[in-house]
């Protein structure tokens, strides 16, 4: 029975945040809210409502504003958040354009910066960001870092050649005891469609998934039954070994592609392979080797090898920068209300 | 925001559920216990272990045994679980050996009975296996149906020839309008890895799979961080249009395989692209083509394809017929315990 009990504690820890979180984006709609309203509109009891009150007032996101002015019943006391006094920084790495940004408890990002990744030392790098973002805004609480790697027991690996230093690293535990705060660190394409899910997306269990096909690799976020998908050891998605594509596997078939026709068939064998395995409900393509005009024939061409009116709603994705940073912020803000960080790193 | 506020109350829902199976589970291990008994091994509050038990007296599955007797503090009550009060009729549906059985509300099998499928109206089979079952044992409180078939939408298609006439048929909706009792319908290979989850790998989150290769088709079972994947139109697993065998699917390769070696190279090809997509902590192999002697052969050809040292735990499974049988008694246990079965169906 010992991992039944760990398993419901977990479980418990999971609605916890949920809910914090639940009662924090109520803010996004409410200048100021009382436990009533809260309790309406996140569907939580209002002694639950009550306590995840009292400990954002005690991490000091949440302010007592006073009493309602009496209008017959006992006047109800209203509630403000204070969004500036938790924020995330999210660190997004990319092959072509880097970013990073600075967000508020509510989500909304408040800064973003480009930042050149041609220095050979990615490691320092990262730092020299923190540490620029932590001089301008101390009210940061956690740090949230994408990779285009794979991240296997905390360790990155199978990063692209500008990024390898990066590999063999425990970077989030490097980065955590270095600057005592709570670390992500994620892969790119699980960011990602993170990103898509929680501000598209959320409530979609049907599954969401995202292929990113460029000059430099092939990537697959997963999304099913409103998780993320990332394997047994962080390496769900790695489409390259696909060995879809008349025998040859995706990636050796993507670098020996030439032409629209060879790119479009690719793809088609990738979303026909995912569809049979995963049927998902929606399937988007980025990257700079595909445009959105490919659509129609890679659809065609998929509906050859997986029935038709099954396959999924294909779609181009545009802004995949916006969803990646998107879901580094969602991401953070779903891991800092988890009741440890409060005890540990918020006070 | 309603979105938002009916997940949180599917969420709570889940949980409440999860939590009263997870009380009724206690009694496995204990013939009587006390409330923090059951607090202690659930680890859930006392409130809640409080809150589950007085539903569960007032369905009459458990029963008040009085007071301990007094040693010092305030003597604890005792509880006994009624087992027999909500059974579970489970029918399994198989192209070779089809079963049907009578279980506990702990899950225990009380009985099994083989029956036959040659008729050729599958439906009226069902039929008279639940009116002999609900005569023999009207405590039966739930109907958990198998079929090797996908489920769209509570319709089901793609029947192999023996049970087309279920085809295009809502069963569900059908069998729980004629008896007045919830009905769970289950696609099989989805019956057969929640069996083996739900006994054998429960909280394994990096994903088990189930591939069942035979002279009438595949398929794949998937469960991901804990859940069943039945994908957006409950066709998640239709691995016999993955184009991966050479430019060839795993349907019409399988159908013209002639020689062990062949059969290895599908298995092999399947088990390289679902490791490529979800990267599973477990994979899963059964069905009469294939036996356990193949599966070293199998490895060493999928580690061609998919770096060798990432491959899941590939293994032959025995007695699939138990996994499918659990998995549908299991599969009733959860749905049972939600409150609307509560309301509705136990009194």
Known sequence: MEKKSQYSAVHYDLVRRMNTLRVITCFQ???????????R??????????AILNSLIEAGEILQQGLDSPN???????FEICPLNTLTLGIALNLHSSEYVIADSLGTILERHPF?????????IIENIIEE??????????????????INDGVICFSPRKFKSLN????GRYIREKYQLPVIVENDLNAIVQGQYLREYDGVTGGLVHFFITADGVGLGINVNGQLVRGNTGLAGETGFLPCCNGRNVRDATDAATTRKELIEIVANVLASVSCILNPHYFFISGERIDPDMLPEIKAYASKIWPDGILPEVKYANDVMGH????????????????????????
Chains 1, 2 share one sequence.
């Open 41 to 50: 509109q996140t569907g939580l009891s209002i002694p639950t409502v009550g």
């Open 116 to 124: 050149d990744t041609e220095s050979e030392n990615t490691v320092s």
């Open 29 to 39: 709609n409410l200048e100021t809210a009382t436990k009533s309203e809260i309790a």
């Open 168 to 171: 063999d690293i425990n970077l």
């Open 72 to 78: 017959g019943g006992r006047p109800a006391e209203r």
């Open 324 to 347: 990646y940073l998107n879901g580094l912020i969602d991401m953070a803000r779903k891991e800092i209300y988890s009741p440890d960080n409060y005890l540990v790193n918020i006070s």
């Open 133 to 150: 973002a932590l001089e301008a805004h101390p009210a940061v609480k956690i740090i949230s870092i994408g990779v285009p790697s794979s």
